[in-house]
């Protein structure tokens, strides 16, 4: 073909005939500048293509994520909302709303637990990586982002919920409380650990309870804490809720 070109452009200024020269030269351009731009469509549909297909594989990784840190977060929920009601239990007998029982140690002792949430993270970091973000759409984009960044406000909130324990809580029981470490403390751990203990149980100084105020602070931060977790897991729950609906779609 290049061959052709040439010979027919030799000819045309052998016979000189420069005007049909020159008419033929430009529509030569032309036909090279289509060419080239039909060229480049094409390998940008390849490209798109590839892009969209690694796409939508990459949606189905993170829709596998997603579903797993459902499982994590509702799990996490619900053990909070039982240290929730584990603090309020303890502090209406602080109120003597209702009379100190054997319950208080296992309320008591529940409250040290702390909480982390591990999200599976292979999706967006290999979207991330082959920078197929900016390639989403625009709402899907907002809710996935979002819910990332939701994720870091989460950790904030747990690491000052388990600093709280580590430094407060815990180390407050320890000092004046450890009779809930017995066997008559009915919490899972707790119970089997000690249950072949011989030495005689007491039960916690329900004058010193009731009237420690420090102790009661801490319940209230604790009821506090664990509320303001909950409200972060259920919020995480519903973003990612609102992810895989839009996948599906």
Known sequence: MIKLFRRIRQNLLSEGKTGQYLKYAIGEIVLVVIGILIALGINNWNERNKLNQSIVEHLEILKKDLNEDQIQLRELKNSLTERKQAADSALFQMMTIRPTDIQLKKYLIMLYQEFKFS?????????????????????????????YA????????????????????????????PV???????????????????RPVSMIDAEKFLKDKTLETLLVSRY???????????ELITASDKILNMIEK
């Not at 999200?119 to 989403?136: F, G, M």
């Open 150 to 177: 939701l994720i870091e406000r989460t950790k904030e909130r747990e690491h000052i919920s388990n600093t709280q324990i580590q430094t407060k809580y815990e180390p407050y029981l320890n000092e004046h409380y």
């Open 119 to 147: 999200p599976n993270t292979n999706a967006i970091e290999t979207i991330n990586q082959s920078n197929e973000i900016p390639a989403l759409n625009n709402e899907l984009r907002t809710v996935v982002l979002d819910y």
């Open 180 to 198: 809930i470490f017995q066997k008559n403390n009915q919490w899972g751990f707790i119970s089997e650990y000690y249950k072949k203990d011989p």
């Open 224 to 234: 506090y804490q664990c509320s303001s977790l909950e409200t972060f897991y259920e």
